[in-house]
């Protein structure tokens, strides 16, 4: 399996971004699929998750509200819709997934830049 993340960029307070994981490979329903973050200095966290089938997704505090995952099957891909976003928005996204059960994300895309500027 392969994740390639995409759409990061540079915004201002407000605006909205929605950010892409193409997902190659073998790809079961139940396979989880996740959203974290990790700003500078700061651990990476999580940030929301979602079976890849589109049920149970789950959010951080932070991001509820705010931000939507979903996913796409036809396309292999899951989105993370992210609307009024804040400067403590900024950070390096990543995607990854696991399969449903597994205690942690073995698989992980590389990074994209979100910067909120104020």
């Known amino acids: 399996v392969q994740l390639q993340a995409s759409g990061g960029g540079l915004v201002q307070a407000g605006d909205s971004l929605r950010l892409s994981c193409a997902r190659s490979g073998r790809t079961f329903s139940s396979d989880v699929m996740g959203w974290f973050r990790q700003a500078p200095g700061k651990e990476r966290e999580f940030v929301a998750g979602i079976m890849w089938n589109g049920y149970i997704p789950k959010y951080a505090d932070s991001a509820k509200g705010r931000f939507t995952i979903s996913s796409d099957n036809a396309k292999n891909t899951v989105y993370l819709q992210m609307n009024s976003l804040k400067p403590e928005d900024t950070a390096v996204y990543y995607c990854?997934?696991?399969?449903?059960?597994?205690?942690?994300?073995?698989?992980w895309g590389q990074g994209t830049q979100v910067t909120v500027s104020s």
């Open positions: 990854a997934t696991k399969s449903r059960g597994a205690s942690r994300y073995g698989t």
